[in-house]
């Protein structure tokens, strides 16, 4: 049996992003003594010739796709993947009779909508590294059989892997490593699976569970040893939440710092845990920079966003990520479920007193199925039962729809250091590329207070059917 495991992910913004999870396969299937050739579409030229030329040198009786995102989740200026990961399929389909598996944190989402989009043999959900070896174990010329009969999806949402140290680092040596980190700025690495957290948005749970599963800070060290070793000197820890369970935090850290590891990271965390103590020992173990996933500012729609924190926390992480001279991020979701322009003010100004290195502002929710979003909108009548969420469907405040855009952009011209990615302001392809071209590693948002001047570039008429229902 022959794999061919392909990344269609092309997006550039903010930052070109390695394909971990497909990684994450490839040394899955390595341990299993399954043959596998790797096809990342990222930085190809003709993605067309690319795929015709990678089948006809793999020949492969199975073909993996592994789907990231299904669009960049900004609003107005949204950008869907799907159309081109189906054009994707299609070329496959003229060039080989291989059967087509598609998976990742994006096809878990909705994997019977986008098995019958796609037009893919297969479908797995859960976690990779045992659901697809299983399929590629079971399948033959006949339908796969499961215990619930023939089926084209392997899998299931409670697939969750106990023991993470028994899985094998992810296999990077068939990757262009040299090419994320020139414009990517950094590679990534994971330390752990699940989110307990309550985030009305969040599709982490669906995607890992709400049970958090750690891997040891021996094992963590060991890959970024590896990293290291092959050039890779800027890391990215993708862990929804990096500082929880703190004593993890800190054990990596210890282990990082004990080693004597040149490394450079920066990651997510949340407020809530943040001491003087684990600001200083993350600094210590190389780390550069923080990204808190705030959403508000005012309390009343953390409460309302489902946040297990208060300003009160946001102030004071972020006091002490300054006091330490730690680079920090705030990254807000606008438009939730009671928010207004009242709401919006304080938020903004709240956010400003802190004095971060940089704002991330979303304007407008992504609504995604089975999140407590998506059931809000549904009983305020916002969508209907036969709501179409393949197309960015997005939760937006009527009380702030007529003013935001605008405000926003007034905003923004006064504070150059805020990001608006859905509308295209202080971060753009051009000014990114300049960036990386220049030598910059780690987020780009870690530049933005040291003097530059950000050019701000406003996309309006890109012909994009937008779908923004309206909120209470």
């Not at 795929?51 to 793999?58: G, K, P």
Request: hydrophobic letters at 40%; one cysteine or more; aromatic letters at 8%.
């Amino acid at each position: 049996m022959k794999v061919l495991l392909v990344s269609p992910n092309i997006e550039s913004l903010p930052d070109p992003v390695f394909p971990l999870g497909l990684a994450s396969i490839a040394a899955a299937l390595k341990t299993h003594g399954i043959d596998y050739s790797i096809l990342d579409l990222c930085f190809a030229d003709d993605y067309d010739r690319a795929i015709v030329s990678a089948l006809h040198d793999c020949r492969p009786d199975i073909v993996g796709l592994s789907l990231r995102n299904i669009d960049n989740v900004s609003w107005p200026n949204y950008v869907t993947y799907l159309p081109f990961c189906r054009r994707v399929i299609e070329t496959i389909r003229e060039a080989s009779n291989a059967r087509v598996v598609v998976g990742g944190s994006a096809f878990a989402l909705m994997p019977q909508p986008l098995l019958q989009y796609l037009g893919a043999d297969f479908g797995v959900i859960g976690e990779g590294e045992a659901a697809f070896v299983k399929l590629i174990e079971d399948v033959d010329d006949s339908p796969l059989h499961t215990e619930c009969g023939p089926s084209r999806i392997v899998g299931t949402h409670c697939d969750m892997i106990g023991d993470l140290d028994a899985l094998p680092c992810a296999d990077r040596s068939k990757f262009d490593n040299e090419a994320y980190l020139k414009w990517g700025g950094m590679g990534n690495i994971q330390t752990k699976r699940g989110c307990p957290f309550q985030c009305i948005y969040c599709t982490y749970p669906i995607i890992e569970g709400r049970n958090v599963r750690v891997r040891s800070p021996e094992r963590v060290c060991d890959e970024i040893e590896g990293l290291l070793n092959s050039g890779v000197g800027n890391l990215f820890f993708v862990d929804n939440t990096f500082n929880y369970p703190m004593v993890h935090a800190k054990a990596v850290c210890r282990e990082i710092r004990s080693r004597n590891l040149p490394v450079k990271w920066s990651c997510y965390a949340n407020p809530k845990f943040v001491t003087p103590a684990l600001i200083t020992l993350m600094q210590e173990a190389g780390c550069s920079s923080v990204e808190f996933g705030s959403d508000a500012a005012e309390n009343c729609m953390l409460e309302n966003l489902g946040k297990n924190f208060t300003v009160d926390d946001l102030k004071a992480a972020s006091a002490v990520c300054e006091k330490a001279g730690m680079a920090f991020c705030h990254s807000l979701i606008i438009g939730g479920p009671g928010e207004t322009m009242e709401s919006v003010r304080s938020t903004f100004q709240a956010i400003d007193d802190m004095a971060p290195t940089a704002a991330i502002c979303m304007i407008g929710i992504r609504m995604f199925p089975g999140t407590r979003l998506a059931a809000i909108a549904l009983d305020e009548g916002v969508i209907g039962n036969d709501v179409d969420f393949l197309e960015p469907v997005f939760y937006l405040s009527s009380a702030i729809e007529d003013e935001i855009l605008s405000f926003a952009e007034t905003f923004a011209k006064d504070h150059p250091t805020w990001i608006f990615p859905g509308m295209n302001i202080n971060m753009t392809t051009d000014l990114q590329h300049k960036l990386r071209r220049f030598g910059s590693k780690g987020p780009l948002w870690e530049y933005m207070k040291r003097g530059q001047k950000i050019k701000r570039t406003q996309v309006w008429g890109t012909g994009k059917r937008c779908v923004v229902p309206v909120g209470r």
